[in-house]
């Protein structure tokens, strides 16, 4: 195995005197598909802030792709697609070949042009989540589910090694849904991406994620699928601090 | 019609400070709108209206000869800054920023206009702009301002619309959000304080807003949108002067005027040119 993509080690998080997260030790090995989920409030999005570079530790050091020391150097290789993608300004005038191109304008670097390898990347990356009859529409003009497609295309252009996605599917439906989780499939696959994902929807991420992590303010369960399906309601009321029913979850 | 523009040095240099704020009022103006921040430009030109105050002051009072343009542009900028420091201490409200520095800002006016026991006929120009009050230095200085906020934009320009798009995103992406934001609001008080002499205080947000409102009726993504928004700040400009000139009109009111005409124009057009296309389908 080769070294962990990210690793926290004892992590503490308090927003003014309220502990998020508390002596959290993780990491997302190389080439997983992993599945982070948890109730609401559990601290899903703190963690991810915390491994973006948003917000700093209380306690404990953070370490990605090896490197504690210079986050902003390596923030291109991380992609990001987050839990507020859907409620965006809807009007912005953009058409989507434009927001696409604006996750490769911190890997470009200052005072240069888009240039023709740029304009092709783009295209491709539009291409990749299906997009690219639409490339010249205004954004604004697509749906929802359209939308993420374009948020993701964003993330993917920049040629990320680690893609963090916080609820990406919130509000879209069912099929697509399942195309979506295909997408991330085949980049985890084909193109050994590392893939973290916050989600509530348990269900279809059980098929396609190598890994899962469920947190409440503390790490409860690091598992693979199978030993995740097999916990018992007794295992997720402990988890959530209050009975869970779990018809919606497996089985 | 326009002889008399090319025959006067001082209207000679209005119409060409015209034609420069023509381009770059609705050059920031367009990032200004998309982040919602139209009402910055409000606050910023009345604090430029204190520092204008400010130098009429000090000269009538205390015979200093401080040009009123560059007291203007130093409050205009300090202004700036001061609204990103309140912007970061109100957090949850950052549009509270927006009406303290606007009252600062009307208030010190106040303060500087009855130290100086009133300049009436000065500060009606100040308010409504006017088409003989450009000299050849203020044109020069107006000239430096419009290259650099044009360079930089062309410079920055993909930088500047990430950070529109989505200030956090750009965060993430490694880029240097605060300081380009911080560049981008000096910027606006530069282009404000060079506008005030032809549109007024009153109305300069107007020529930074009203053409984007009419170009993102039409414009199809943002690049697009900039530049008709360009085109319509010029037209404005243009016959706004002209028709200002010969109507003996301050040039504020008739420029604006005319955005409002081809704003209103803009969205009837919109509506003939058929129902917004909506794409339908699948994610
Ligand atoms: N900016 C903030 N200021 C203060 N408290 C915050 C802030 N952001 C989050 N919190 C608190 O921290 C806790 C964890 O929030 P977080 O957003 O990390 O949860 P989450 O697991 O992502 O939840 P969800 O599933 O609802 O997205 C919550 O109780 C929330 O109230
Ligand atoms: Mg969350």
Known sequence: MTEPVVSMKNISYSYESKKVLDHVNFEVPQGSFMGLVGPNGGGKTTLIKLILGLIKPDEGSIAIFNDSINPRKDRNKIGFVSQKANSFNKGFPATVFEVVSSGLTAKIGYFKFLNKTYKAKILEAIDQVGMLAFAYENIGNLSGGQQQRIFIARALVSDPELIILDEPTVGIDYENVKRFYELLHRLNKEQ???????????GTMTEYATDIVCLNKELHFHGNPEE?????????SQFYGHPVNLVSHNH | MLADFFQYDFLRYTFLTGLLIGVIAPLLGTFIVVRRLSLIADALSHVTLAGIAFGLMAEKKFGLMLPPLYSGMVFSVIGSVLIEKLRS???????????IILSAGVGLSVIFISIADGFNTDLFNYLFGSVSAVSQNDFLMILGISVFVVLVVVFLYKELFTLSFDEEHATISGLHSKQIHLLFIVLTALVIAASIRIVGVLLVSALMTLPVAASMRLAKGFKQMMLLSILFGELSVILGLISGYYLSIPPGGTIVM?????????????????????VRDSV
């Open chain 1, 228 to 236: 995740y399906t097999s916990l018992t309601e007794k295992d997720f």
């Open chain 1, 192 to 202: 050994n991406k590392t893939l973290l994902l916050v989600t509530h929807d348990t």
């Open chain 2, 89 to 99: 201490v109100y957090k949850a409200f950052q549009e509270l920023a927006i009406p």
């Open chain 2, 258 to 278: 005319i955005s409002i005409i081809i704003l209103l124009i803009a969205i009837g057009l919109k509506r003939i040119q058929s129902k917004p296309r909506k």
